[in-house]
């Protein structure tokens, strides 16, 4: 292997529910750098075949479940011997996704909309002005005035790209953040209190809360197609930037007693904006290498896709869903980030028909200078072939 094509070995990847990563291969979690623990036993446990005849089940009476109690006693006989130690959340989680898989999509639907309007109808804000966007409350001044601009020229003007794909900025103003920490901390407070299950973000993150799930999702929807959109059609145009139409907003939170780093993933999305709330903590950067496709989503990374980011509250990080990354440890204090991931349906239905993604994947885009490399090699061997042949 040539000096220029030093790469970074990646690893065998995990299985994953919930769309933790995007398109045919949704189901695999890449598993690269130490998760401590992060990875929900779900990736790769499986049911038994035969159940425990020697295991006493828990009771889940007083728990607030998508299912009959009774179902989920039933089913622990069926888990796998290492599970059965777990506490009766970690057991449920795992559960719970194996049931939900087999309710018909319409039913799924109409289950998750019960559940927000249960939520909806029963908590009451902390902040209701979060509820509306407010450009002068929400956003620094350079920020506003390069998206009203609306320019190559005038974004450039606010934002860096320290790695390629990866585009930081200056974005949300302190007030704000405290005031959305303030209603996260006050969500999670009337979770507490009623005994409200919540549905957690995704399967990697054990802590946060899905905004849309308590009545922000206007108010992000707004955000995308207002402020995120212009960017992403002017840096993200290959892979939709410019038909973002739906999103999935959401906060996490890392540090003492909250998960503590994430597992080398993709997301499930196009565009992936990733602010920083606060608070006070170390550690916790993320770590980029670089962007695939889902065939080539485990292969090594190049050198010059090697970056890692250190947080600061207020500014984005903005990126492709499919660039593959993870955080490392928070390893003091407490760190909680908004993300808001953008999708596209237009792009998804036109990415069935393709084969070339040489324009955003980087391992496609190597392979294709590779043949264009081979093939004008061979042309010149050829075509030197028939010089000698003509003079002899």
């Known amino acids: 292997m ?50 425990s005849k020697d295991h006493k089940p828990e009771s889940y009476d007083d728990m607030q479940l998508d299912f009959s109690p009774s179902i989920f006693s039933s089913l622990e006989r069926y888990l796998p011997p290492p599970m059965l130690g777990l506490n009766r959340e970690e057991k449920v989680k795992f559960m719970r996704e194996i049931l939900m898989k087999y309710l018909p999509q319409g039913e799924r639907t109409r289950r998750h909309r019960d559940y927000r309007q249960k939520i909806i109808t029963n908590y009451q804000p902390l902040h209701r002005e979060l509820y509306n966007l407010h450009i002068g409350n929400f956003f620094v001044p350079p920020f506003v005035k390069a998206i009203q601009d609306n320019t190559e020229e005038s974004f450039r003007s606010i934002i860096s790209e320290p790695s390629p794909g990866v585009f930081t900025f200056e974005m949300l103003q302190p007030r704000f953040c405290e005031l959305l920490l303030a209603e996260v901390e006050n969500f999670e407070k009337w979770v507490n209190e009623a005994k409200f299950r919540i549905m957690r973000p995704n399967t990697m993150n054990k802590y946060g809360a899905v905004l849309d799930d308590f009545g922000l999702e206007t108010m992000l929807d707004k955000l995308m197609e207002t402020y995120i959109r212009p960017l992403s059609k002017v840096f993200f145009a290959e892979v939709g930037g410019s038909t973002l139409d739906s999103h999935h907003g959401f906060v996490v939170e890392y540090g003492k007693d909250r998960d503590v780093d994430l597992g080398f993933h993709v997301d499930d999305s196009e565009v992936t904006l990733n602010v920083c709330l606060g608070k006070q903590f170390t550690g916790g950067e993320l770590f980029f290498r670089g962007t695939r496709c889902e065939k080539h989503v485990n292969t090594g990374s190049q050198t010059e896709e090697i970056f890692d980011y250190s947080h600061v509250p207020g500014r984005a990080v903005l990126h492709r869903g499919r660039h593959r990354h993870g955080a490392r440890a928070t390893t003091s204090g407490h760190r909680v980030n908004l993300l808001l991931w953008c999708r596209s349906s237009v792009f998804r239905e036109m990415k069935r028909y393709q084969k070339d993604f040489s324009s955003w994947c980087g391992e496609c885009f190597r392979e294709k200078k590779e043949r264009q490399r081979l093939s004008i090699a061979a042309t010149k061997s050829e075509l030197l072939k028939q010089e000698g042949e003509s003079t002899t």
């Open 2 to 51: 040539s000096s220029g094509d030093r790469r970074e070995a990646a690893p065998a990847a995990g299985e994953v529910k919930n769309g933790v990563v995007s398109g045919d291969l949704s189901q695999r979690q890449i598993q690269s750098e130490p998760a401590s623990g992060v990875v929900a036993p779900s990736q790769n446990q499986r049911l038994r075949l035969n159940p």
